[in-house]
């Protein structure tokens, strides 16, 4: 079936660095890529969407100067938190469709810790 | 996307068949129901998808009324490791470009 990989898995870094997260599709080609964000014992919320090869679009309130996100091929979508502080540790969670009318399948998250 | 309803949480002893209903009064004609599931630290996994009256894998079944305004997802024989959130969701076929909105879930706790 569909894989979407993400890494890494854990992240601990200090306030100020700029963090990168990979989101792979490993078997397919995924055109469109989602970001989500997950804070602790919360539901997870929709950052922005990732079009392969044109801009992101980011959900009301998430800075798109903050959380850059890049999709230059069709299968791998980045996301940068830039300048990260600790506010901006949270799990996240990237997810893509093989096709359409087909679930989407989500990597297994990235934890991001701010010290 | 139509908004959905689920219990906060639930518990379960283990072997036995657990039921969570989920209320989604606004679901339109196009739209089918999807269930995922959660473990802690983990991103989501597909559990079950479908449009109406009853579908049935290898995990799970879902059971859809006529009026569609609710479902139910059924695990049989529950065991420790389907200790998770569960998510219910609604879309129009969730086609590849469509982002899923994530209500609060249901938290089952499975106890032996």
């Known amino acids: 079936g569909a894989v979407v990989s993400q890494h890494p898995s854990w992240v601990i870094c200090k306030s100020g660095t700029s963090v990168k997260i990979e989101c792979r599709s490993l078997?397919?080609?995924?055109?469109?890529m989602f970001w989500y964000r997950q804070f602790p014992k919360q539901s997870l919320m929709l950052m922005a969407t990732s079009n392969e090869g044109s801009k992101a679009t980011y959900e009301q309130g998430v800075e798109k100067d903050k959380f850059l996100i890049n999709h230059a091929s069709l299968t791998l979508s980045t996301l940068t938190v830039t300048s990260a502080h600790p506010e901006d540790s949270s799990f996240y969670i990237c997810?893509?469709?093989?096709?359409?009318?087909?679930?989407?399948?989500f990597g297994d998250g990235t934890r991001l810790s701010i010290l | 996307l139509a908004k959905t309803t689920q219990p906060i949480s639930m518990d379960s002893y283990e072997g036995q068949e657990v039921n969570i209903t989920c209320s989604h009064n606004n679901i339109a004609t196009n739209d089918y129901i999807t269930w995922y599931q959660q473990f802690p630290s983990q991103g989501p996994r597909f559990i079950i998808q479908?449009?109406?009256t009853k579908v049935t894998n290898e995990v799970a079944s879902l059971f859809i009324p006529a009026d569609r305004k609710s479902s139910t997802l059924s695990l049989p024989r529950v065991s420790l490791s389907d200790t998770a959130v569960y998510y219910c969701l609604v879309g129009d076929a969730y086609s590849g470009n469509t982002p899923l909105v994530f209500g609060k879930g249901t938290r089952l706790s499975v106890i032996a």
């Open positions: 479908g449009y109406k």
């Open positions: 997810s893509a469709a093989d096709r359409d009318n087909q679930p989407q399948h």
């Open positions: 078997d397919f080609q995924a055109t469109t």
